[in-house]
């Protein structure tokens, strides 16, 4: 049997980038997984290459929204074993023209909508016995990366919110841990990445020297929600190529990028 065969599986933000690698990745090993979005083509798109996933149209920042997608899932599926919170924003806005709408906005997508819907998947996983979260954070968690404050913010109360979590419900069975992305090749960076520039700044700060593939951070999500990390509970692993691991004191020094 496949490692995550007949394993039920509710990925937010599963229709684009690095949620939507999770996905795929679930259901090749047997899961039975429902992607949540609020993009009924891209998630359209998802299913034509993995017809047994289910979609959920949702917008997680309306009130409620997270709790109910949750309840649709555990409904949809017969229960719920791992939840994946993959949903997020990035708007790059400088502090000092940052609109309060923005800062509500990426707050809602990116903390209040994990917390709302962990919470809702732990209840039921408390009373089935356990389960797992998964969070996608970020390294801006550890580091400010300018100009997206509110980003940062999100992300680093993401990774305390999975640290409460772990800390309150392990002794229901429940783990919560959180995967934390450096640079990834998903669509919210293509423009980002096709300028020559930009790309090539920002890979002189990677010592492997180049962008994860969405498909790397998933197999990390799924080591987490998988039974071979059945003793790691409140951690955060960062998968950036090395980049916040140091820096070449003298740039002349560093290799070039291809």
């Given at each position: 049997?496949?490692?995550?065969?007949?394993?039920?599986?509710?990925?937010?933000?599963?229709?684009?980038?690095?949620?939507?690698?999770?996905?795929?990745?679930?259901?090749?090993?047997?899961a039975r997984?429902?992607?949540?979005?609020?993009?009924?083509?891209?998630?359209?798109?998802?299913?034509?290459?993995?017809?047994?996933?289910?979609?959920?149209?949702?917008?997680?920042?309306?009130?409620?929204?997270?709790?109910?997608?949750?309840?649709?899932?555990?409904?949809?599926?017969?229960?719920?074993?791992?939840?994946?919170?993959?949903?997020?924003?990035?708007?790059?806005?400088?502090?000092?023209?940052?609109?309060?709408?923005?800062?509500?906005?990426?707050?809602?997508?990116?903390?209040?909508?994990?917390?709302?819907?962990?919470?809702?998947?732990?209840?039921?996983?408390?009373?089935?016995?356990?389960?797992?979260?998964?969070?996608?954070?970020?390294?801006?968690?550890f580091q400010?990366?300018?100009?997206?404050?509110?980003?940062?913010?999100?992300?680093?109360?993401?990774?305390?919110?999975?640290?409460?979590?772990?800390?309150?419900?392990?002794?229901?069975?429940?783990?919560?841990?959180?995967?934390?992305?450096?640079?990834?090749?998903?669509?919210?960076?293509?423009?980002?990445?096709?300028?020559?520039?930009?790309?090539?700044?920002?890979?002189?700060?990677?010592?492997?020297?180049?962008?994860?593939?969405?498909?790397?951070?998933?197999?990390?999500?799924?080591?987490?929600?998988?039974?071979?990390?059945?003793?790691?509970?409140?951690?955060?692993?960062?998968?950036?190529?090395?980049?916040?691991?140091?820096?070449?004191?003298?740039a002349e020094?560093?290799?070039?990028?291809?």
């Amino acid at each position: 049997m496949s490692r995550f065969g007949g394993t039920k599986v509710l990925v937010t933000g599963g229709s684009s980038g690095i949620g939507r690698a999770i996905v795929l990745a679930f259901a090749a090993e047997g899961a039975r997984v429902l992607a949540a979005g609020r993009d009924r083509a891209r998630l359209d798109a998802v299913t034509a290459e993995a017809p047994d996933v289910g979609v959920l149209i949702a917008d997680l920042r309306e009130p409620g929204a997270a709790s109910q997608v949750v309840d649709d899932a555990v409904e949809g599926l017969g229960g719920l074993d791992v939840l994946v919170n993959c949903a997020g924003v990035a708007h790059q806005r400088a502090i000092l023209e940052l609109p309060a709408e923005v800062w509500r906005d990426t707050i809602e997508t990116n903390l209040s909508a994990p917390f709302f819907a962990s919470q809702a998947a732990a209840r039921h996983m408390a009373a089935a016995g356990g389960g797992a979260i998964v969070n996608v954070a970020s390294i801006d968690a550890f580091q400010a990366e300018s100009p997206d404050a509110p980003y940062c913010a999100s992300k680093a109360g993401l990774v305390l919110l999975t640290q409460s979590f772990a800390v309150e419900l392990g002794h229901l069975g429940i783990r919560c841990n959180a995967v934390a992305p450096g640079l990834t090749d998903t669509p919210m960076l293509l423009e980002d990445l096709q300028h020559e520039t930009f790309r090539a700044s920002y890979l002189r700060r990677i010592p492997l020297r180049r962008p994860a593939r969405p498909e790397e951070q998933a197999s990390v999500v799924l080591f987490l929600a998988s039974d071979e990390a059945s003793y790691v509970n409140g951690e955060t692993i960062v998968v950036d190529g090395g980049q916040t691991k140091g820096f070449w004191y003298y740039a002349e020094h560093a290799p070039e990028v291809e």
